[in-house]
Nanobody, 112 residues
Framework: QVQLVESGGGLVQAGGSLRLSCAASGGTFSRYVMGWFRQAPGKERELVAAIGWSTHSVQGRFTISRDKNTVYLQMNSLKPEDTAVYYC?????????????WGQGTQVTVSS
């Protein structure tokens, strides 16, 4: 069973930076596409960045990377609108294109 555990969230002032981490266990991490999503109150969950054979970042201020069994999200120049719960997710391409596994989320709060 794949488990994903996020960390690194917290309270930061606008303009600051945070680095989120997601530790994966229980699966073949190297073959998964990993994604970071976020969900703000009253809004739908949205993709922030993903990494597989290549990287894709919706937010130019955010950078996704991976090392061994951990995926990171470096967030710079944070804005109050970045406030959300951030989730790590894993897609096993052998099972299709949906994200199959999710972490519990970590809260990011950006104050103005």
């Amino acid at each position: 069973q794949v488990q994903l555990v996020e960390s690194g969230g917290g309270l930061v002032q606008a303009g600051g930076s945070l680095r989120l981490s997601c530790a994966a266990s229980g699966g073949t991490f190297s073959r998964y596409v990993m994604g970071w999503f976020r969900q703000a109150p009253g809004k739908e969950r949205e993709l922030v960045a993903a990494i597989g054979w290549s990287t894709h970042s919706v937010q130019g201020r955010f950078t996704i990377s991976r090392d061994k069994n951990t995926v990171y999200l470096q967030m710079n120049s944070l804005k109050p609108e970045d406030t959300a719960v951030y989730y790590c997710a894993a897609n096993d391409p052998a099972r299709g294109s949906e994200y199959d596994y999710w972490g519990q989320g970590t809260q990011v709060t950006v104050s103005s």
